[in-house]
Each structure stands twice: as C-alpha cells, then as structure tokens.
C-alpha cells in the first residue's frame, strides 16, 4: 500500500509527490525525498552483507582485545580448515588418477 502524498523537497524546496518508497525522488532536481532514511537503507544492506561474507568471526570494533584475540584465531583456524579441504580434494584427485594409471 502506498499513499501518494504532497511533500516539500528538503533540497530545492519544491512541493513534490511523494509515494513513502525510501527512494523516492524529487520531481524537480532528482534528489532523494528522504536522503537520511535512504542512507540508513543503503547502510543497513551493506552491512548486512559484510556479515553475511564475514560470517560469525566477524570482528566488531566493539570487541575486547580478547574476543578479538579469539576471533582472529577462530578464522586462522577456519582458514586453514578450508585449505586443508582443498589440499585433500587435490590428494584425492591425484590418487583416483594414479590409481587408474596403475591399474588401467
Ligand atoms: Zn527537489
């Protein structure tokens, strides 16, 4: 539901419709009707995908010098998990391909 209503362009001050969309823009000089929640949007997406590719390691700059100690270890140690993942999938790899060389 949205309601179309008349609202006054915080940058050119001109009245403009506005439809409540956070990206709504002016009419006469294109600017965002509501920069400040449009912003907090934007902010809140990126953020939400910082989370999402530091997953729950992420290190806030809230955190203590021990959480950050911990946390920084937890990704070494998931780090590592992972190479050790793909240096086993290499290891498995080799030995089905030597193993059909051998037996081929
Ligand atoms: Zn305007």
Redesign the pocket.
Known sequence: MSQVREIK?P????W?LWNGDVDDR??????FLEPKRFSREVERQINKELLKENDYFFIKPGDGDLTRWFKSILNQVRWLAYYVQIAFFIFVTLLLVLLSLITG
């Open positions: 362009c940058h050119c001050g001109e403009t002016c009419l006469y000089c294109g600017g």
